[in-house]
C-alpha cells in the first residue's frame, strides 16, 4: 500500500514517519521546501491546558512522544516545561478557567488554580489586573525546526521518499474512491492521500471536491527588548482578556504575540511574514498592562507572522473524510504540540481501519452541520 502525504509540515512528516513504523510506503509531496509552510513560523508551545477534552486527549498522547523525543529520534529539541499560565481578570473569564480546570484534572492534567499572588510566584505580572489564574506545570515549550528535522530525517531514514518542489495539482479518483494525485511532476499513484496542507489544505480538498471551513489567519510575533529582563523559567503566560501573551527567549528577552483584530484572513500564497509597527505597538501596550517586563523602555527587536488555519470552532478535522482521502488539517495554534497524536492517528486510520489512541469522534466534519466539539477559545495560542 502507497500513502501519497500532501505537504512537508511538522503534520505531513510526523504522519510519514508513524506510517513507516508500520511499513506502509510513503511519498511527502511538498510543493517548497520542507517546513517552509506555518511549521517554522511557530513558537513552539505544547500544552496540555485545553477548554475540550479531545484537545487535552490530542495534547496527552503526544505529551508522550514529546516526552522520549530525544531518546528515539537522536534530537534534543529543546524542549522546556516552563509552564503555561492562564490570566483572567474578568469574573466570567475565572468562572470558564475555574470550570475548564475541573475537567483537566478529571483527565489528570497536572493543573492548579491560583489566585493573583499565587501568579506572581510565577511571572512579574500586575496582581491587581487578575482575579485569577490557571498553572499547567507539565506545559512548556519546544523548538518546532528541530522537531520538524526528527521527524523528517528519521521518516527518510526508514524509507520516506521526499519530493520537494513538487505541487499537487489534482486529486484523482477512481470511482467513489481515491487513486493518488497529480503534481506538476507527474502522476503518484496512491491507495490513500492525506491532506497535510496546512492553510493551503482547503486547496487541497477542493481537489477532491471537498468545501472545508478552513480559513488561513494571519497570526504575527515580536521579539522584545523587554526593560526588565525575563528569566528563562517564566510560564508563557497568556492574558485571557486582552488576547496577549508572551514567554521567555534568549538573554532575557520574550516572544510576544496576540492577535487583536477581526479575523485578518489571507493568501497563504501571498502575505506579509513580516510584522506591522501598529500591532507590535498594541501588543507591548498589552503586554505592559499584563506584566513589569514591558514599560515604556521596551522595544521591538525584529518579529514575523504566519499563518493559523482556522475552523470555525476552533478544533482540527482528523477524519477520512471520502474513501481513501484523509484530511489532517485545520489546527489553529495548536499543529505542532498535537503533531505526534496527529501522526499517529491517521496510521491508525489507513493500517487498522479506525482511530484508536483518542477518541476523535468530535474531529469529523459531519460537526459542521450541527454535531458540536465545543469551542476552544479563539484568541488562546
Ligand atoms: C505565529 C504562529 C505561532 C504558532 N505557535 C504555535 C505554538 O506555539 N504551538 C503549536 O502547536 N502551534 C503553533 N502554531 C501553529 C502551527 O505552526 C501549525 O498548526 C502547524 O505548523 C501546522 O503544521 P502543518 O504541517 O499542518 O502545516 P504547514 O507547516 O503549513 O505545512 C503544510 C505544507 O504543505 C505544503 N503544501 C501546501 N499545498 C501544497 C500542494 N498543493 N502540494 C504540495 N505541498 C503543498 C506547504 O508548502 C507546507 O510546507 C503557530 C502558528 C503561527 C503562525
Redesign the pocket.
Same mark, same amino acid.
Given at each position: 500500500m502507497t500513502v501519497a502525504v *500532501?505537504? @512537508?509540515? &511538522? *503534520?505531513?512528516m510526523a504522519t510519514a514517519y508513524f506510517l513507516r513504523q508500520r511499513d506502509v510506503e510513503v511519498v511527502v +509531496?511538498? /510543493?517548497?521546501n520542507?517546513?517552509?509552510?506555518?511549521?517554522e /513560523?511557530? #513558537?513552539?508551545? &505544547?500544552r496540555e491546558q485545553f477548554s475540550t477534552p479531545v484537545n487535552v486527549g490530542l495534547s496527552q498522547a503526544s505529551m508522550e512522544v514529546w516526552d522520549t523525543f530525544e531518546e528515539e529520534f537522536g534530537v534534543d529539541i529543546e524542549h522546556r516545561r516552563i509552564g503555561y499560565m492562564f490570566l483572567a481578570r474578568e469574573e466570567g473569564t475565572a468562572e470558564e478557567l475555574r470550570e475548564t480546570a475541573e475537567m483537566q484534572r478529571d483527565l489528570g492534567v497536572d493543573i492548579e488554580v491560583l489566585d493573583p499572588a499565587g501568579a506572581r510566584e510565577h511571572a512579574d505580572v500586575h496582581d491587581g489586573n487578575y482575579r485569577l489564574a490557571t498553572y499547567g506545570r507539565r506545559d512548556g515549550i519546544a523548538d518546532?525546526h528541530l522537531a520538524l528535522q526528527g521527524f523528517s530525517t528519521a521518516a527518510q531514514e526508514a524509507g520516506t521518499e521526499v519530493r520537494t518542489h513538487?505541487?499537487?495539482?489534482d486529486v484523482v479518483r477512481d470511482g467513489a474512491r481515491v487513486a493518488g494525485v497529480e503534481t506538476d511532476d507527474g502522476r503518484v499513484d496512491a491507495e490513500y492521500v492525506v491532506n497535510?496542507? =496546512?492553510?493551503?489544505a482547503g486547496? #487541497?480538498a477542493a481537489m477532491a471536491g471537498l468545501d472545508l471551513p478552513i480559513s488561513p489567519q494571519r /497570526?504575527? #510575533?515580536g521579539v522584545v527588548a523587554p526593560e526588565k529582563p525575563v528569566p528563562e523559567d517564566t510560564p508563557l503566560t497568556f492574558d485571557m482578556d486582552t488576547g496577549v501573551y508572551f514567554l521567555p527567549d534568549r538573554e532575557g528577552d520574550a516572544l510576544v @504575540?496576540g492577535h487583536f483584530t477581526d479575523p485578518d484572513e489571507r493568501d497563504p500564497d501571498r502575505y506579509p511574514t513580516d510584522y506591522d509597527i501598529d500591532w507590535a505597538v498594541e501588543a507591548l501596550e498589552r503586554a505592559a498592562d499584563c506584566a513589569e517586563y514591558f514599560g515604556p523602555e521596551a522595544g521591538i527587536r525584529q518579529g514575523w507572522?504566519? +499563518?493559523?488555519?482556522v475552523t470555525p470552532d476552533h478544533h482540527p478535522i482528523i477524519e477520512e473524510t471520502l474513501p481513501g482521502f484523509v484530511n489532517?488539517?485545520g489546527?489553529? =495554534?495548536?499543529?505542532?504540540?498535537?503533531?505526534p497524536a496527529t501522526g499517529q492517528l491517521v496510521t491508525e486510520m489507513i493500517v487498522d481501519g479506525e482511530p484508536r489512541s483518542v477518541d476523535i469522534s468530535a474531529l469529523g466534519t459531519d460537526r459542521f452541520e450541527g454535531v458540536g466539539a465545543g469551542r476552544e477559545e479563539k484568541n488562546v +495560542?
Open positions: *500532501v505537504g @512537508g509540515g &511538522i *503534520v505531513g +509531496l511538498e /510543493r517548497s520542507v517546513g517552509a509552510g506555518s511549521t /513560523r511557530a #513558537v513552539g508551545g &505544547i518546532p513538487t505541487a499537487v495539482t497535510a496542507a =496546512g492553510p493551503w486547496r #487541497v /497570526r504575527q #510575533v @504575540g507572522s504566519g +499563518l493559523y488555519a489532517a488539517v489546527f489553529s =495554534g495548536h499543529g505542532f504540540m498535537h503533531s +495560542l
